[in-house]
């Protein structure tokens, strides 16, 4: 069943860009499904039948299609994807998003902001006594997990099983689904490595495997994990 929008939302502003859209990221089609899937905007069987089509015009336009068809926070997802520095520095001639009006993308941001103010001034109304810090984990990014897939050169199988220590029927699926493009498959097999680590996959901790003597990589290639230290 489509989704009815209100003028000026998410959706509407995808639809009116459609044809735009189509034209500049078909070029990396594989590249526009993987980030969009790491972002839980496609449906995997979504995911499964976008990735079949072959034609890269068609892949993309169906990849638009679904993601509208999804809804509002699907919609506003790819277009939050879509301003992230990574996907402008690929397609410079995505820069016109981030000239559209503020406020049109970022109706629904405001709403949730709103709730959230007022949930958090509820919140403070009962409390009595401040709440303990607690240490939060910062997880390893899309955006350097995507630049170690670029780093990890032509060995990266090898780093996948003994320092990533992923089965060799996962990577020869992840193989099979992205037949063309390394880079790609480096990703999924990191993004698939950091969804088993859970809480556990900090840039630290993949920095710490990656530089292992074992692996004979340059360690410098991946300093860049540290600097949010």
């Known amino acids: 069943m489509a989704v009815n929008y209100d003028k000026g939302s998410s959706g509407e502003l995808l639809r009116g860009v459609k044809a735009q859209l189509i034209s500049i990221l078909s070029s990396q089609a594989d590249f526009v499904l993987q980030h969009a899937d790491s972002r839980s905007l496609v449906t995997p069987q979504g995911y499964r039948q ?22 509002p926070k699907a919609a506003q997802g790819l277009l939050e994807l879509l ?17 559209m009006p503020v406020d049109i993308l970022c109706l629904g941001e405001r709403k949730t902001r709103k709730r959230t103010r007022k949930q958090k001034k509820t919140s403070e109304m009962h409390e009595v006594v401040p709440p303990k810090k607690t240490f939060t984990t910062v997880l390893v990014t899309e955006k350097q997990l995507m630049s170690v897939a670029r780093a990890i050169g032509q060995a990266w199988r090898e780093v996948a099983i003994m320092a990533l220590e992923i089965p060799s029927v996962r990577l020869e699926q992840i193989v099979a689904d992205n037949p063309n493009c390394q880079v790609n498959q480096v990703f999924v097999a990191l993004r698939y490595w950091k969804n088993i680590q859970g809480n556990k996959a900090t840039a630290t901790y993949l920095h710490s495997l990656l530089c292992q003597k074992d692996l004979a990589l340059s360690q410098d290639v991946f300093n860049f994990l540290l600097e949010n230290k």
């Open 83 to 99: 301003k992230d520095q990574e996907l402008q520095e690929t397609f410079p001639k995505l820069n016109f998003i981030k000239s």
């Open 50 to 71: 976008i990735k079949s089509c072959r034609i890269p015009d068609e892949k993309m336009r169906d990849l638009l299609d679904h993601i509208i068809e999804r809804g």
